[in-house]
């Protein structure tokens, strides 16, 4: 008797689950997604930038709706090794990539509060 309540307490929470995530998945789908930007500060990062940004690249050209984000801002927050040599390497690739000067905020607003 305990054994069937814990696999229907587990079964109605899994079908709970999974009604959000078509929910939420629907919701996604009908949003302004132009309008919304994954903003990542980076600084000496020489050794690592270029795998996390090429993983977040790829998870953003191949997801199931194509695109997601096609606005990725990448804020220099004042390197002193090789990471802004290769974020720049990066943008000529992706043109979607944006790179600003952590120490100039007024850049990032006017990305932000552009209109296209």
Same mark, same amino acid.
């Given at each position: 008797m305990v054994f069937q309540i814990i696999v229907w307490t587990l079964a109605i929470y899994g079908l709970i689950?999974?009604?959000? +995530? $078509?929910f939420n998945s629907i919701a996604?789908?009908?949003? +302004? $997604?132009?309008?919304?930007y994954i903003l990542i500060a980076v600084k000496n990062q020489e050794d690592t930038?270029?795998?996390i940004i090429r993983s977040i690249v790829f998870k953003n050209i191949y997801n199931k709706n194509e695109g997601l984000f096609n606005n990725i801002i990448i804020a220099d927050m004042g390197s002193t090794d090789q990471t802004l040599n290769?974020?720049?390497?990066?943008?000529?690739?992706?043109?979607f990539l944006k790179i600003i000067d952590c120490k100039d905020s007024h850049e990032l607003l006017n990305i932000v509060i552009r209109k296209d």
């Open positions: 689950e999974i009604i959000i +995530n $078509i996604l789908v009908n949003k +302004n $997604i132009k309008d919304m930038i270029e795998g290769i974020l720049k390497r990066l943008t000529k690739e992706y043109s």
